[in-house]
């Protein structure tokens, strides 16, 4: 094969890795399925499945990482796996946009109609008669009881700052990167996962707060359920962002990256800031309005 074909086509070797996590991705989705069907088994059967899936993702990643310290890949390599993380991204963008759909459709639309407006008074009055069209609301039924209303100061507002924050710290460890400036990025590398993880603390702490004092809880109706639903699923990213950030700073001590190659740490900024522009929708969306 010619040096041209060379820098045009790449052919990936074989690998166990793609059959190993789809082995664990099957164990971890019966054993969530059946654990929250109310089976104890599937909670074993659950860290089974993620134990083997943690497994896959270190070391298929170790070995992605040698291949490319080892001068492996070429460009087409390193753009295809541009092109990669662009499309991982955009299903991610897709998948927080049907929760925040989901939270529209039920603000919007299904509420207003058991709240029998001028179009649709008669869902209020053969179904729900007396349910009125407000928000919050953990009706009809009375779902949950009374609680109270997640606003949008205190720890909401600390976390909307801390992740801000850390939006800037990894832009500033990005341009010292590409100027090989690399104690200024290390330390701001790591200023960006330390205060990952303290937003995560944060929101365990709002959690808590919610549930014992507010009683505002997942079971709390339709505001309960997608107010847990967008931000848990938003601070499961933001966690795994963290922990990607990790990995990417224990391999800037180790002397990885240079500023002409350096995917693996401009994917993890990608990703990191689009966790924070998902936390600015979710920030106005639930907490404000």
Do not use: C
């Not at 109270?148 to 832009?171: D, H, R």
């Not at 990417?248 to 990191?272: C, D, I, L, N, Q």
Request: hydrophobic fraction near 50%.
């Amino acid at each position: 094969m010619s040096s041209h074909a060379e820098d045009r086509y790449y052919v990936p070797h074989g690998s166990q890795w793609p059959v190993i996590g789809s082995i664990g991705l099957f164990f971890l989705m019966v054993g969530v399925s059946t654990w929250f069907n109310g089976s104890d088994a599937g909670y074993w059967v659950m860290l089974f499945g993620a134990a083997i899936v943690i497994f896959m993702l270190t070391g298929w990643f170790s070995n992605v990482i040698a291949e490319s310290q080892g001068g492996l890949y070429n460009t087409q390599v390193d753009k295809s796996f541009r092109m990669g993380m662009f499309w991982f991204i955009f299903s991610e963008v897709m998948f927080f946009s049907a929760f925040f759909g989901a939270l529209f459709y039920a603000r919007n639309m299904s509420v207003p109609w058991l709240g029998g407006d001028s179009n649709n008074f008669f869902t209020n009055m053969l179904l729900w008669s007396g349910f009125e069209n407000t928000w919050p609301t953990n009706g009809p039924a009375d779902m949950g009881g009374e609680y109270e209303k997640m606003g949008p100061f205190g720890l909401p507002l600390l976390n909307t700052a801390i992740l801000l924050t850390s939006s800037v710290t990894i832009t500033i460890a990005h341009h010292a990167l590409l100027h090989n400036q690399r104690k200024i990025l290390n330390v701001f590398l790591a200023a960006t996962f330390l205060l990952g993880y303290f937003f995560v603390v944060m929101q365990a702490e709002e959690y808590i707060h919610a549930y014992q004092e507010m009683n505002l809880t997942m079971a709390s109706g339709i505001y309960g359920a997608t107010f847990y639903m967008l931000t848990g699923f938003h601070g499961m990213h933001v966690t795994i962002g963290a922990i990607m950030l990790t990995v990417m700073w224990v391999r800037t001590m180790k002397g990885h990256f240079t500023p002409k190659s350096h995917f693996g740490f401009e994917a993890v900024a990608w990703y990191w800031h689009f966790v924070d522009v998902v936390w600015l929708g979710l920030y106005v969306f639930v907490y404000w309005m």
